[in-house]
């Protein structure tokens, strides 16, 4: 047969027979690529250019935290609607010399200067979500060059240098940043400083246009040479603290001079003989544990992915574990929250007793206490050590507080926390407040397994938990994982003080079943479907048989995961 005569039958059948990004011949139908798998090293990012870098320092010889750092550098360029050094960073470590974990709390605080009265005289109910005044101390370079000081083997300014030079010559825009950008200018382009740096000739930038932000460069220059003191003290910081002072915020130099990170025990849960980690709070990661705690009391597997009884079950587990989340969780150094009871088998088996099967929960108690918009990247290295890194603005952009000539936003994390005198998390000086971004790792036999995330606000404690069930009880890949469908709860009480009352909205992903949905709403699940609220799943899996890395990156967002 002619080789035209071929090829127009394969025309004609894609005519008659359309494929689609799920018709793979391997795999769930929801799979939109398969898992990278390589033996030296591996990234997984939310943008091409970005695993790019860190791969670049991977084969310079960098190791797993030069090359995350490197990796969130240009993020911070490339994706300035998800993160950038105006906002905060966590990160879980295995250390392949000492065969352990470590995790990094690198938080800042709220301002000395801003007191709750303050806001309460003025006629606060909560902390606005924009402007000076949800402004809190940025933590993200003060964690770059803790991580860098305990592990890192390059020299800053060769970490540095790929985000540097993307940042000078320009890179182009990819689809999904785009599209989010063009919805945070919206609502930031009044603030002074904004526009003159994400807005070129006072247009968003569209997909594929090539941006350049020299000021941040410039920035990132002088970090690499002065090292973290450049940035909290000295110039940079007296341009953010003018600049703060000129908006009406409280951010100072003593703010800044006094940040610091904190090294902090990362803590577990086991869910059927996998060790899962998370950071404690100030965070929200243990909610994660919480849940699989309740799940693990049940057979998952013969229930079944997207079915009734496991939509359920999963939906009920969150509200509960939330319920602790928002009136529990702040920082502990203001508060004796008892991290070990809240993650013990025991609380899980007296909670679950509060779920009925049968009927959707309008409302949950807080347990009783013993005892008083993000992105995620992972990137591990040929001598196994592995880096599960989350560096977040919050709502999107940030504040709109944008310093003039350094090319960056402040974020807006102090909205989190609580005007509720009394709250755990309620608002003080110098307190880190409540943190939606968490990083999670995942050991067997005390050897490391996966570093992986799922980014998103209240979306992470649950992504964290269906993607490790999809894996564990439905038996699906890394990839297919986090390709799967989603669903997510929202509406429980909320750590700033808000009470659930009517059990929550259930949103869904496309790709579920319509039985199910129905009969969800029969048990008084009020359901609805929504788009780009799920995404940012990044995934590096050791396989210590074949001795090789799997990676694996989510088509929700716009990057992939590599690997030489």
């Given at each position: ?10 025309l004609l ?73 105006g ?10 010399e ?28 909560s ?38 030079k ?12 785009a ?20 807005m070129?000739?006072g ?23 002065g ?38 025990d ?31 009391q ?18 009920e ?21 008892p ?30 206490l013993?005892?008083g ?6 990137v ?45 998390n ?45 894996m564990i ?6 990839q ?15 750590p ?30 009020n ?6 609220i ?21 088509s ?9």
């Open positions: 047969m002619k080789i035209y005569t071929i090829i127009t039958l394969i059948l894609l005519l008659v027979f359309p494929m689609h990004a799920q018709d793979r011949t391997t795999g769930r139908t929801f799979t939109t690529r398969s898992e990278v798998i390589a033996k030296h090293g591996m990234a997984a990012t939310s943008h091409p250019l970005a695993t790019m870098a860190a791969i670049d320092i991977l084969k310079s010889g960098g190791n797993a935290v030069d090359a995350a750092i490197a990796a969130n550098a240009c993020l911070g360029l490339m994706e300035p609607v998800s993160c950038g050094i906002g905060d960073l966590f990160a879980i470590i295995w250390d392949a000492t065969r352990k974990l470590h995790g990094l709390n690198a938080s800042g605080r709220s301002p000395y200067d801003l007191t709750r009265q303050y806001l309460i005289e003025n006629g606060y109910k902390i606005p979500p924009r402007g000076p005044l949800p402004v809190s101390v940025p933590g993200c370079v003060d964690g770059w060059f803790e991580m860098h000081k305990k592990f890192g083997v390059l020299r800053m300014e060769d970490i540095l240098s790929p985000a540097i993307h940042a000078t010559e320009g890179f182009p825009v990819t689809e999904i940043i599209h989010d950008w063009e919805l945070n200018a919206l609502v930031l382009k009044d603030f002074k400083g904004f526009s003159e740096v994400f070129p000739g247009k968003v930038p569209v997909k594929g246009q090539v941006f350049r932000n020299p000021d941040l460069a410039n920035t990132y220059q002088k970090i690499a040479r090292g973290r003191d450049a940035f909290y003290k000295g110039e940079i910081a007296g341009t953010m603290v003018n600049y703060m002072k000129e908006q009406g915020g409280f951010l100072s130099l003593r703010d800044l001079e006094d940040h610091r990170s904190e090294w902090v990362p803590v577990s849960t086991d869910y059927r003989g996998y060790e899962v980690w998370e950071l404690p709070p100030n965070g929200q990661g243990i909610a994660a544990l919480q849940i699989l705690n309740i799940l693990e049940y057979d998952i597997a013969s229930m079944g992915f997207g079915s009734l009884e496991y939509m359920h079950l999963f939906t587990a969150k509200k509960l574990a939330y319920e602790d989340r928002a009136k529990f969780y702040a920082d502990m150094d203001f508060n004796k929250v991290v070990d009871w809240l993650i013990s088998k025991e609380y899980a088996r007296q909670r679950l007793k509060l779920i009925s099967m049968d009927r959707a929960a309008r409302s949950y108690p807080a347990g009783n013993k005892d918009d993000t992105i995620y990247l992972t591990a290295d040929e001598e196994g050590n592995m880096v599960s890194l989350i560096q977040s603005n919050f709502r999107g952009m940030g504040s709109g507080m944008t310093p003039p000539g350094l090319g960056f936003i402040l974020q807006d994390r102090g909205e989190l926390f609580s005007l509720g005198e009394g709250h755990f309620e608002y003080e000086p110098h307190k880190r407040p409540f943190h939606t971004i968490i990083p999670a790792f995942v050991t067997r036999n005390g050897e490391p397994f996966i570093s992986f995330g799922v980014m998103g606000g209240a979306m992470q404690p649950q992504g964290h938990v269906q993607v490790l069930v999809n009880d439905f038996g699906m890949n890394l297919e994982a986090g390709d799967a469908p989603r669903i997510q709860h929202l509406g429980s009480s909320q700033t003080g808000e009470k659930m009352e009517d059990g929550g909205t259930l949103y869904l992903e496309s790709g579920f079943d319509y039985y199910p949905i129905r009969e969800l709403t029969k048990k008084g699940h359901i609805e479907y929504s788009l780009g799920f995404g940012g799943y990044q995934a590096i899996m050791w396989d210590e048989e074949q001795q090789v890395y799997y990676g694996a990156s989510e929700r967002k716009d990057g992939f995961a590599a690997g030489f």
